[in-house]
C-alpha cells in the first residue's frame, strides 16, 4: 500500500543551489499536485496537472518548475534556492476526470531547510 | 480568490470534553472535505459533505455543511488523545473544479 511517495524526506540546501522533489503514485491517479505548507498558512497550492504531460500554475508558483513526463511521477524543480523556499512540500494526487468532489491523497512530505 | 477562515487556529481539552471547529468562506463551495493531519504525515481525508444542510457522523466526530454551502463544522463528542492533530477544511468551488482551497487548520491538543 505504498500510494504516494515522496523523496527525499529531509534535505538541507544553501541559497542558489539546485534541487529536484520527486513524487510518485501507484493509484494510476489523473491528477497530481505539489503544495508547501507554512506555519499559520495552511496548504498553498505550487502546480498541478491534470494528466501525463500536462502541467498548470497554482497560487504560488513563481521559483518552481515542474514535470510530469509519466502519469506516476511528478517532480517539482528548485533552479536557484532561496530561504523563503524553507518549507515542508507535500504531493497529493486525485482519480478521474469527471468525477467531482474527489478526496486527495497525500505523501508524507519533504521538509526542505534554504540556508 | 475564494478563502476558507478557521476557528479556532489553536484549541487545548480535556479529555472527555466536546468541541466544535468552524470552517467559514463568504463564497459558495460545491463540496467541503475535513482531513486531519498528523505530526510528520500528509493529510488523511476523513469526510466530504456535498448537500446544504446534510450532516455526517464519524463514530464521535459530527461533521455539518450550512444550508448555503458556505461553512461547515467539525464537532468531537468525548475527546480522546488519540484526536489530537491538525484539522483542516478544504473545499472545491465547482462540479468541475479538481483545485481544492484550504483553510489554514485547527490544531487541536486532547490532554489526558
Known amino acids: 500500500n505504498a500510494g504516494v511517495t515522496q523523496t527525499p524526506k529531509f534535505r538541507v540546501l544553501k541559497t542558489g543551489q539546485s534541487m529536484t522533489l520527486l513524487c510518485a503514485q501507484d493509484?494510476?491517479?489523473?491528477?497530481m499536485y505539489w503544495y508547501r505548507q507554512d506555519p499559520g498558512m495552511g496548504l498553498r497550492l505550487i502546480h498541478y496537472s491534470v494528466g501525463e504531460g500536462t502541467t498548470a500554475k497554482g497560487e504560488v508558483p513563481d521559483g518552481y518548475n515542474v514535470s510530469r513526463l509519466k502519469k506516476q511521477n511528478f517532480l517539482l524543480g528548485l533552479e536557484s534556492a532561496a530561504p523563503s523556499q524553507t518549507s515542508v512540500y507535500f504531493c497529493?494526487?486525485?482519480?478521474?476526470?469527471?468525477?467531482?468532489?474527489?478526496?486527495?491523497?497525500f505523501g508524507d512530505g519533504t521538509r526542505l531547510s534554504i540556508l | 480568490t475564494q478563502l476558507l477562515e478557521q476557528s479556532p487556529q489553536f484549541l487545548s481539552i480535556q479529555e472527555g470534553e466536546n468541541l466544535t471547529v468552524y470552517c467559514n468562506s463568504s463564497?459558495?463551495?460545491?463540496?467541503l472535505q475535513w482531513y486531519r493531519q498528523e505530526p510528520g504525515e500528509g493529510p488523511v481525508l476523513l469526510v466530504t459533505v456535498v448537500t446544504g444542510g446534510e450532516v455526517k457522523k464519524l463514530k464521535r466526530l459530527t461533521f455539518q455543511f450550512g444550508d448555503a454551502r458556505k461553512d461547515s463544522s467539525l464537532h468531537i463528542t468525548a475527546a480522546q488523545p488519540g484526536d489530537t492533530g491538525l484539522y483542516l477544511c478544504?473545499?472545491?468551488?465547482?462540479?468541475?473544479?479538481?483545485?481544492?482551497?484550504f483553510g489554514k487548520g485547527t490544531k487541536l491538543s486532547v490532554i489526558p
Open positions: 493509484m494510476n491517479h489523473e491528477y
Open positions: 463564497s459558495v463551495f460545491s463540496s
Open positions: 497529493a494526487s486525485s482519480w478521474a476526470p469527471g468525477q467531482p468532489n474527489q478526496p486527495q491523497h
Open positions: 478544504a473545499g472545491y468551488s465547482g462540479a468541475g473544479s479538481y483545485q481544492l482551497t
